[in-house]
């Protein structure tokens, strides 16, 4: 192996928080072969960017993202990665200054490519440069595990990739392939490390997670159980499940566990059962609002954020009123809203109808109206209660940040000693500017 002492990396990372883990473990194999972190002001040996293609815009901040990173670092060794480099390889590998393009199959033997180019001078590199490695989407069949938290205080658990749902606005299981995941021992013993590396958290993440178990004939359910055991880890999070894989089994679960914390992230994408036909999603308006329900039966504090996409193909004026009209009544906390971008091969663009740019902009706004409202009284609802948070340093001196077990974002006066630490606070005001409670210590 080429021996990687003295020389610095340099990371970009877009999109989920899928790709920020494994940005970090590509970061940590890195580290481990002794290659240092670029610091502030020096110029970088190899440059690494993990990519998003979820909308055209995503699409253009990838591009800017490495011609900066290029201008930054003259003479690095450039690595584009991701769910662009997958889609898009020619076009990213086009692109001034870019020397290896690795899509997803790829992406877990990112060392090697490395190691068997970053020897050549960059003058040699140019002449095969625009080198790309990509697969098929049926021959991505690998499965990268990934536990880390880079300069984060929580964890992220990787725990299944790729998704077989093949929704008609979405590049996804194009991009990352079919469903799969690792074992449940393995995924135990991620988080065992990341305990005795003195995690407190831990974010369980993927592509569709509520599907693990594909791969080795073992359950969501399962899984939640077995992590639920590692002693060390206080907290655990469900990055985002669909509705139709958020079975009451799981509810019930989380609900009587201390270590599973009353949040939950699940997508809806649209509040009218005929924009939810068109999309190929696989429930309904009264699926998703009875798994609203029952959470709140049994978590009644518990955090509920949804994502929601405005203006896809299909989606007439009517048909978004309808939504919006059941997005107002169900009782969640908090929308987290896009705007469609129309993605070369998906099955939407055969959808005729079209929404302009101003409606999605309007639709846009007319939902984040909704979400600050919602957010606002959900945080409202609890000012003057105790909760427990975890606090996380933050950019300003004397002032740490954190998340409630519910979700609920505070601030909190006090010194940096604290940071990782759980910590019961009287939840105060409401910062407009942050978006946070103002909390106190107890």
Same mark, same amino acid.
């Given at each position: ?32 072969? #002794?290659?240092? &972190?670029?610091?502030?002001?020096? !110029?970088? %040996?190899? *440059? ?6 979820? @909308? ?93 938290? #880079?300069?984060? &205080?929580?964890?992220?658990?990787? !725990?299944? %990739?790729? *998704? ?6 979405? @590049? ?102 005929? !924009? ?167």
């Amino acid at each position: 192996m080429y021996d990687f002492k003295g020389k610095k990396a340099a990371y970009f990372t877009l999109g989920c928080k899928l790709n920020f883990a494994e940005t970090s473990t590509v970061g940590k194999q890195l580290k481990e072969a #002794g290659v240092e &972190t670029v610091g502030r002001g020096e !110029v970088a %040996d190899i *440059c690494i960017i993990n990519t998003c293609s979820v @909308t055209e815009v995503a699409d253009a901040k990838c591009r800017q993202a490495i011609s900066k990173m290029v201008r930054r670092h003259p003479g690095a060794l450039v690595v584009v990665t991701g769910c662009y480099a997958q889609l898009k390889p020619e076009q990213v590998s086009a692109l001034e200054g870019v020397d290896l393009v690795l899509g997803s199959e790829q992406k877990g033997q990112i060392l090697n490519y490395i190691a068997e180019r970053l020897p050549m001078m960059p003058e040699e590199r140019a002449l095969v440069a625009h080198e790309y490695h990509t697969s098929k989407t049926a021959d991505i069949r690998s499965f990268v595990p990934s536990c880390s938290c #880079g300069d984060r &205080t929580r964890y992220f658990l990787k !725990v299944q %990739d790729g *998704c077989d749902y093949y929704c008609t606005y979405c @590049t996804i299981p194009f991009a990352r392939g079919r469903s799969r995941n690792g074992s449940i021992q393995s995924m135990v013993d991620h988080a065992q490390e990341a305990a005795r590396l003195g995690g407190k958290e831990i974010v369980i993440t993927g592509v569709n997670i509520g599907d693990f178990g594909k791969s080795t004939g073992e359950s969501f359910l399962e899984l939640i159980k077995a992590l639920d055991k590692v002693e060390g880890i206080e907290r655990y999070r469900i990055s985002s499940i669909e509705p139709n894989l958020l079975t009451d089994e799981v509810i019930q679960f989380c609900a009587q566990s201390s270590r599973f914390m009353p949040h939950f992230h699940i997508p809806l994408q649209s509040g009218s059962d005929e !924009v939810l036909r068109l999309m190929h999603r696989r429930y309904d308006t009264l699926l998703f609002n009875n798994k609203v329900t029952r959470v709140r039966e049994l978590m009644p504090d518990a955090f509920i954020g949804v994502d929601v996409i405005v203006g896809t193909r299909g989606e007439t004026d009517e048909l978004f009123r309808e939504a919006l009209n059941f997005m107002e009544k169900i009782d969640v906390s908090q929308y987290h809203v896009f705007s469609y971008s129309e993605r070369p091969g998906t099955k939407a663009l055969q959808i005729p109808y079209v929404v302009s740019a101003q409606q999605k902009h309007e639709r846009s706004q007319q939902v984040i109206a909704l979400s600050q409202k919602k957010l606002r009284g959900f945080y409202d609802r609890f000012v003057g209660q105790v909760r427990p948070v975890l606090l996380e340093h933050s950019r300003t001196k004397g002032i740490m940040h954190g998340f409630t077990d519910n979700y609920i974002k505070v601030a909190v006066h006090t010194t940096e000693e604290m940071d990782n630490r759980i910590v019961n606070v009287r939840l105060g005001k409401w910062d407009e500017e942050e978006e946070l409670l103002i909390a106190e210590l107890i």
